[in-house]
């Protein structure tokens, strides 16, 4: 019986937590989600992928004039204008190839995370938001952390 448990136990976690990884090719730019994650939109625009919990949203802009600082502005700015309620976290990040800021927060209730970030090896630079329900702030957060560029 005990085993019985661990074992379902230790499905559960496998299951909650499998992912895939997606690549944008537009842009030369993977990260993971997880496994149950259904692509929307997949243009040289806008990717857009999400499950019942979590809402992945990147949107690219090029200029070879943005740096780190204007980054940090940037997040800074649009968690402003969307009128976050509550912060609970902002730094930087530097994932492989990219670096910039982010925001953790909650917006009237609904959680998020905006990222704004530039591929150091190149003048593309992009704008990811994660929304998530209540209990996959650990996911949200994996997943922002997952970015990496690739040629």
Not at 74 to 84: F, G, I, K, R, W
């Amino acid at each position: 019986m005990k085993n019985r448990l661990l074992f379902a136990l230790l499905f559960l976690s496998t299951a909650a937590f499998s992912q895939q990884k997606m690549l944008w090719d537009a842009h030369g730019i993977g990260f993971a989600v997880p496994s149950n994650f259904r692509v929307e939109t997949n243009n040289v625009d806008e990717f857009s992928a999400s499950n019942d919990n979590l809402y992945l949203s990147i949107l690219p802009f090029q200029d070879e004039e943005i740096t780190k600082d204007n980054l940090a502005d940037a997040v800074l700015s649009a968690a402003h204008e969307m009128n976050y309620d509550h912060v609970t976290e902002v730094d930087e990040v530097d994932l492989q190839d990219f670096t910039g800021y982010y925001v953790l927060g909650e917006i009237e209730g609904v959680h998020a995370v905006i990222m704004a970030m530039m591929d150091t090896e190149s003048s593309t630079n992009m704008m990811v938001v994660i929304v998530y329900n209540e209990g996959y702030e650990r996911s949200a957060v994996e997943m922002a952390k997952s970015f990496f560029a690739y040629d």
